[in-house]
């Protein structure tokens, strides 16, 4: 199956293939409405970070989103960008949380991936993001196990 984090009630795009083996069907999974994205940023953090040159030049391909993954914008590629989601957290660079110009801090990230708020952080950010972008997002795994266990 190709399940979306966006389907499952987190505002982040994140498409990933799933294959589960087991002798028994899985029953049909729950889709979930998706909350606002505007619950994701963390308006506590109010660091301010300039863009680059190439970003000021790009600016008006990510201007609307809330948040984007710059560095990938440098191409000028205007499916990465969308005001009401999250485009697909990545391990590799970034996501730059539009609507407070800087980037997405852990919480917002942690947020994005289906966390919770307790989540302890024991590795550095530079760490956490990496991991970040290499993990499945909660809300599915959860909607996988729901599906499998009900």
């Not at 606002?36 to 970070?49: K, L, Q, W």
Request: hydrophobic share 35%; net charge positive; with cysteine.
């Amino acid at each position: 199956m190709v399940l979306n984090t966006k389907d499952y009630g987190i505002p982040q795009n994140r498409k990933r293939l799933f294959i589960i083996g087991s002798d028994k069907p899985l029953k049909s999974l729950q889709k979930v409405p998706m909350p606002p994205i505007d619950e994701y940023i963390d308006y506590s953090d109010t660091n301010y970070e300039e863009y680059c040159q190439t970003y000021k030049d790009r600016e008006y391909i990510f201007k609307d989103a809330t948040f984007a993954v710059v560095p990938l914008l440098r191409k000028g590629i205007k499916s990465k960008v969308c005001p009401d989601y999250a485009p697909t957290l990545v391990a590799s660079c970034p996501l730059w949380n539009v609507k407070m110009h800087r980037k997405a801090n852990i919480k917002e990230c942690l947020r994005l991936q289906g966390f919770p708020e307790g989540f302890k952080q024991v590795v550095s950010d530079h760490q956490m993001r990496r991991q970040l972008g290499n993990s499945i997002s909660v809300c599915v795994l959860e909607a996988i196990f729901k599906s499998y266990f009900n």
